[in-house]
């Protein structure tokens, strides 16, 4: 099958990672605050059962980039990596993207800020006048994202995953969430850490979500809860529970494709409760397929097969096809994994996946990622596998940032009709 260039160019972009010209390059960049940008560098480090970045970079880098020909446009998220082949520059307010010293024919832009996350909202938080932004996420162009709050507690025990780098604030960062970086103040008491914000917490969120509902863009587009890990999974479904449910009586969330990215669930009245509200599909990331990777990779999630019953148990509840997984492809053999993958589908379990990406100042940051052929030959059978059993992709080729699932599938599906 021919390849566009924007499908090679994306994963060329995840597996290498890109360079850019100057030094400083988009640190100098005109108005570069408009556009969607994170610092070059990250340094999570752990501090009495508190996660910060401790990095001293202050050069800027974008985190999005869009490509787009006459037919076609994609979204990639970006990292720094000074050996790779593709080259970023910048000519004013205009990029171009090459490998080897070649232009490549395709366009390539900076995505820029979403204007209505930078509206005030009514509240302020110790004297800090609070944004929508503070509240919710816009992904790629498409998804708007929900945290339930900052962190992941198996950072904050030690038992993380072990390709994550989790993105944690700096030290001087305005916190407006309830972060997990407070746990331990309350003794674990999650009820309580919990209740400390919530109110406030809940006032904001409802506002943001008001200004994003009220935008057309937005209303029938994707809408993706997601909560890191508790050390209890009834204190994470207890907290689903109540944020969905508060939105709930305020947004009509028929409007959105609602997904809820959570560890599994503690009970099957909290996962027909979640469906009640208005998800509708739930997402259990598993990593990996197999007992001991699984163990080795993901020290801190539930037990590997308790996870795989609970997927299955899912399916009970939301349907064949509306159950999701996220796995991160390059850590095991190809083979073995759409192995493990063909028998989840067989359950009504859809696999998605992202490139493994080495990330800097964490323990598998020496691995390679998968080459280009790894990852295209990998997608044609997973994409087999969705057609086989009426399975679509997560998102869009403009909100998947870190897969060309969307990309391979849309080449396929005139061909299965």
Known sequence: MERSQITKTKINLLNQGVCFGPPNLFTDFPNINRYKTKHLYTRPTIIDGRVFDLSKEENLIPSELLLHDDSRVSLTKLRFNPDSELILEADGAETQLSIGGRALDLVSNLVPKEEILERNTPLEVGGYHTKVGDYIDIVGLDRVSILFFDGCSNWNYGKQCQFCDLH???????????????????????????????????????????????????????????????????????????????????????????????????????????????????????????????????????????????????????????????????????????????????????????????????????????????????????????LQYGFKPIFSTVSSRSSVINEVYNDRLPQSI
């Open 168 to 386: 944690p604030r700096r030290v001087t960062d305005q916190v407006i969430r309830p972060t997990t970086n407070r746990l331990r103040d309350f003794q674990d008491d999650t009820t309580e850490w919990w209740d400390e914000n919530r109110e406030d917490y809940f006032a904001g969120l409802r506002y943001a979500m008001q200004q994003i509902d009220q935008d057309l863009r937005f209303n029938h587009g994707n809408l993706y809860f997601m909560a890191g890990n508790l050390p209890e999974s009834e204190d994470t479904w207890r907290i689903a529970r109540d944020l969905i449910g508060d939105l709930a009586r305020e947004i009509d969330l028929s409007k959105y494709q609602t997904i809820l990215n959570i560890a599994p669930h503690d009970s099957l009245e909290s996962l027909c409760e979640i469906k009640r509200l208005g998800i509708k599909q739930v997402q259990y990331n598993l990593e990996v397929i197999s007992r001991d990777l699984f163990e080795q990779i993901c020290p801190g999630k539930l037990n590997y097969d308790a996870f795989i019953a609970k997927l299955i148990e899912a399916v009970g509840v939301f349907g064949f096809g509306s159950v999701r997984s996220n796995f991160v492809f390059g850590l095991q053999s190809k083979e073995e994994l759409l192995k493990g993958i063909d028998e989840l589908a067989q359950n009504g379990i859809v696999a998605d996946y992202s490139a493994f990406q080495p990330k800097k100042n964490t323990p598998l940051c020496n691995l390679k990622s998968p080459s280009q052929d790894d990852v295209l030959d990998f997608t044609d059978r997973l994409v087999e596998i969705y």
